[in-house]
Structures are given as C-alpha cells and as structure tokens.
C-alpha cells in the first residue's frame, strides 16, 4: 500500500510568539506556557491529520471507524442506533447516517430485533471486520511509531504531564 500525503506543520518560534505577546499588549503572559500551548496545539493538529489522512485511505473518518469498533467491540451482539449513539455522545440522526453510508459500503447490516421485529440493531459484516483488522494493526504501529523516539520513562513523564494540562481545563473552560 502506498504511503497517504500528509501536510507539514510547523510551531511558532519562540522569538514570534514573544512579538506576538507583546504586540498585544500582554507583556506579563508567560510566554514559556504560551509556547507549550502553541506547541500542543500543533502537535495535536497534525496529528489529528494524519490520522484523518489514513483513515481516509481506507474509506474511513473518525465516526465511521468508531462505529466498527463498538460493534466489534460488543459481538456477536448487535447493537441498537440509540446505544451506539449513547456510546458515541451524539444524536441518533447522526448515527442514522453513519449506519446508512456503511451499510452502503457494506461493513455493517441492519438486522431485526428478536424481541421486537419493529426494532433494528446493527451488526458489523466480515467485510467490515475485515477492514478494522487491517485498519487498527496499521495503526497501532503508527502509534509506536510516533512514540518511538521517546524512551519509557519519557512517555511515562509525557503521560503525567498531559494528565496535569487535562486537570486545568475545567479552568480553562471558566469553570
């Protein structure tokens, strides 16, 4: 399989982040978290990026790779659009469309509920299996791939550090 293209992205330096500050009229702004925010952002979108780019190279976004691995996750039981939309924090219309578009494609089947035949559940197809166990393998050596330039205890330092940003965002929420 050919390797997908993927945008470069680039951090602010730290001499236009300063300018920047300044410019605005906020010369006490640490600029240290400034430029660890900036640098998180980036990081995050390019990531964020990739990811995207790679799913897409198998047909995929975010939700439509989310809702194979719920239902592969709750096999052999199909699911019901309103759990799968509960799982997945979103409104069963978007769930409607998702099960449609794979359906189409497919990699999932809408089935009766043995209790009530009015109800439809969604299963996953062996097309659809077929693709997440090509899919996440990829992936999750794309993930070792990344963090491979980091030892052990960098990525557990890492860990502890996003833990610590993750408990300031009700903060940064104005909560």
Same mark, same amino acid.
């Given at each position: 399989?050919?390797?997908?293209?993927?945008?470069?992205?680039?951090?602010?330096?730290?001499?236009?982040?300063?300018?920047?500050?300044?410019?605005?009229?906020?010369?006490?702004?640490?600029r240290y978290s400034l430029e660890a925010y900036l640098l998180l952002m980036s990081v995050s979108d390019e990531v964020r990026?990739?990811? #995207?780019?790679? *799913?897409?190279?198998?047909?995929? =976004?975010?939700?439509?790779? !989310?809702?194979?691995?719920? +239902?592969? &996750?709750?096999?052999?039981?199909?699911?019901?659009?309103?759990?799968?939309?509960?799982?997945?924090?979103?409104?069963?219309?978007?769930?409607?469309?998702?099960?449609?578009?794979?359906?189409?494609?497919?990699?999932?089947?809408?089935?009766?509920?043995?209790?009530?035949?009015?109800?439809?559940?969604?299963?996953?197809?062996?097309?659809?299996?077929?693709?997440? #166990?090509?899919? *996440?393998?990829?992936?999750?050596? =794309?993930?070792?791939?990344? !963090?491979?330039?980091?030892? +052990?205890? &960098?990525?557990?330092?890492?860990?502890?550090?996003?833990?610590?940003?993750?408990?300031g965002l009700p903060a940064y929420r104005g909560e």
């Amino acid at each position: 399989m050919t390797p997908c293209p993927v945008s470069q992205f680039r951090s602010p330096k730290y001499e236009r982040i300063q300018r920047l500050v300044e410019r605005l009229g906020a010369p006490s702004m640490d600029r240290y978290s400034l430029e660890a925010y900036l640098l998180l952002m980036s990081v995050s979108d390019e990531v964020r990026e990739i990811a #995207n780019t790679k *799913l897409s190279c198998h047909g995929l =976004g975010e939700g439509r790779i !989310m809702t194979l691995v719920l +239902l592969l &996750e709750n096999q052999p039981e199909p699911l019901s659009h309103s759990r799968l939309a509960e799982l997945m924090s979103v409104t069963k219309g978007s769930i409607t469309g998702l099960v449609d578009s794979l359906e189409q494609d497919g990699l999932v089947k809408r089935i009766e509920a043995p209790e009530d035949r009015r109800t439809r559940l969604i299963a996953i197809t062996p097309a659809g299996l077929d693709l997440v #166990n090509v899919y *996440l393998p990829q992936k999750w050596r =794309g993930i070792e791939q990344l !963090m491979s330039h980091l030892s +052990l205890e &960098e990525r557990d330092t890492l860990v502890g550090l996003l833990q610590k940003v993750q408990e300031g965002l009700p903060a940064y929420r104005g909560e």
